[in-house]
């Protein structure tokens, strides 16, 4: 089920963007004040926070956000929050209008993001010596997760944190191990004699399967993003942001198959694989971002993480990797490594964000290297673009 705030904006025409969710900051940091720490950083005291357009000295919009001194009337604070426009086409001159006005009255100001910044907005940022003031929303979420941390009772951390990750703006952190197992079982039709009957049963179908599922998928949106701004700041080694794609891959034992297709109608092409038959001994649940490099030819990466389970075994087994393919190359490069899945009092388990970001760069950068001295068909253009990408993920 998705979050209250996720929930209220369901029911409204009005999309996401910097105006829908600064009116909910300025709710929850009403009823919370010391939450102000998560944007700004620093905890405000006898304020008001403004939304509209009749504030500031110019008594015109300015930014997103405003904190007011509640006494004073004077700007403490601003905030400009941005989804995905801060490419938008007046985005350089709003920021230096922002910048201006902070520095001018020595004020904090904070420009959110979902995306690293472009040259001439960093650029803008270091001419009013404000470039700490620039925050993505996947720090933002490691601000509130901090903050939740010390307050664990306070609803309104947990209600925020909840919309930012249905918006798929904020990293999921925790995950239900027996959720997992069951999407993949259920999905990889394992047979009924599989060694995971209670698994099943116990398995909340309508609400635990659908949370693990849209979190990864978020999750893995989030990485590629990251990643993306990592080791292409510019925007210009591949060709457009990356998709995000999903898979079930069952594993099959060929003893059991080769007797299906021995009692199969021979003057049939179709094989169905009943879940009765046995055949399905173990499977995959993948997800992944996807980046296309431009040139004459398709050729791309991706980067992954993979959930695994095995017919009889409890275990989950868990791997991130990349993958570069592409229609001229003599085969598919890979590298990955697999990782621990510590689960805990309530059966979950913590996918840390910082850890998957510098296994995927790592392993980004060690599929190119292998693609790049095994391929013997690449043209100098498009190795040197290859290069680019594989140097920036090692940086």
Partial sequence: MKGFFSRIKGKMSQ??????LGEIFAEVFHEEPSMTAILWGEKFSDFVIVTDNDYLESRRRLADLAV????????????????????????DQQLEVYLKFAS??????????????????????????????????????????????????????????????DEGVMWNKKFNDKAIKTLIIKAGRFPPRHGHGKLVAEGRMTEDIPAVFAGMMSNIAI?????????????KLVS??????????????????????????PEGDELRVSRWSNAVVGGDFLVRSQFTVPGDLYRGFNLYLCFTLREGGGNLDATVGALVYGNDLEDEWISFEPFS?????????????????TLALKHISKAISKCIRGEKKFDKVAKAR???IAEGCAK
């Fill in 15 to 20: 999309k996401f963007d910097g105006r829908y």
């Fill in 68 to 91: 007011i001194g509640r006494d004073s009337g004077k700007t403490i604070a601003i905030a400009e929050i941005k989804y995905d426009d801060e490419k938008g086409r007046h985005s």
């Fill in 104 to 165: 001018d009255r020595k004020i904090p100001f904070v420009y959110l993001t979902k995306n690293f910044l472009p040259t001439k907005q960093k650029d803008l940022l270091a001419k009013y010596k404000l470039e700490s003031c620039h925050l993505l929303y996947s720090e933002l979420g490691e601000n509130l997760e901090k903050w939740i941390g010390k307050n664990p009772n306070n609803c309104y951390g947990r209600l925020l944190a909840d919309f930012l990750r």
């Fill in 223 to 235: 990485l590629g993003r990251v990643v993306h701004d990592e080791f292409d700041p510019e925007k």
């Fill in 240 to 265: 457009t942001t990356p998709s995000t794609d999903f898979s079930f891959d069952p594993y099959y034992s060929k003893k059991t198959l080769r007797k299906l297709l021995e009692s199969e109608n």
């Fill in 341 to 357: 899945i510590e689960i805990d009092d309530k059966g979950e388990f913590s996918l840390d964000e910082k850890k998957m970001r």
């Fill in 386 to 388: 290859f290069e680019k």
